[in-house]
């Protein structure tokens, strides 16, 4: 009796650890679509979507559409697709280990587009959101001065919160400057006192964590892709003028430099004319308009 029972124990161990391992239908026909979407593109891009809402993720999913599809995926899914895929190619293991180390669902993106172009536009597209109570993922600041609003209950949720505040002028003023640096603990009173004050320090949006260029093989981690436009473009005006001033000064002759050079060889040979007093078309006009000046000039001593 003992015996059966300890069969019928294993068997339904078994049955259990086999329907653990297995797939469902509906995950297989969401592999099958995840990687048909990936065979169609060349471009893929892996973006958190911690702290974003519904109607901005479908604003951006709108504002992308016939540029780029975006589908909401599980880490175990994406990691079944990149293992998959990794052995037809080589080039995918590398999304693969990254995958391992996802901790949550992300959104995924594939187009066609060039990716930085694309993270471009996720950069434009994000919204600020109050603090809730939890660990800060950024640093929050909040400026001494007046805040503009009248007295009240909102004196007693700033000192509760943590930010020395009092009255000036029958308005709430923040006395010192408050600062709660990336990892301290936001607490709910904190959370609502920068709520009254409508400090909003989340930015809700798609950050890509990773970016893979099916064309180039190339994949970029998070410190590549988020990059600053205006930053970049002004290091860019830097290194150019510092380029074009090294060619001017070792008088290499580039597309950029040669005109310089023409043009600074013109003013010396003029110069040089001017000194020489030698005619030509360039030089004789100013040689009259000087003529002329130095006359009036002899017109005007003679006449006193």
Known sequence: MKMAQQIQMREVKVKEAKGRGAVSPLK????????????????????????????????????????????????????????????????????????????????????????????????????????????????????AGNTGLMPGPILTELADGGIKSGLEKGKVVIKERFVLKRGQMITEALSNA???????????KLAPVVAFDRNSGILFTAEILDIDAGKQIERFKSAYADALNLALEVKYPTRESVPLFIQDAFHGAYFLVREAKIVNKESVKDMIAEAYSEASLLGEKFKN
Do not use: H, W
């Open 194 to 204: 920068l709520a009254k004050l409508g400090v909003l320090p989340v930015i809700a």
């Open 28 to 143: 297989k026909a969401e592999l099958v679509s995840l990687s048909k979407t990936f065979a169609g593109n060349s471009t893929f891009i892996i973006a958190s979507i911690n702290e974003m809402p519904a109607l901005l993720l479908q604003k951006i999913r709108r504002d992308l559409r016939g540029r780029a599809v975006i589908k909401i995926v599980k880490r175990r899914v994406l990691l079944k697709l990149f293992e998959q895929e990794a052995k037809k190619d080589k080039r995918y293991e590398q999304l693969t280990d990254f995958c391992k180390d996802l901790k949550e669902s992300c959104a995924a993106l594939f187009s066609n587009e060039d990716i930085f172009k694309l993270i471009k536009v996720l950069g434009e597209k994000q919204e600020r959101k109050r603090a809730k109570s939890g660990i800060s993922k950024e640093e929050i600041i909040v400026e």
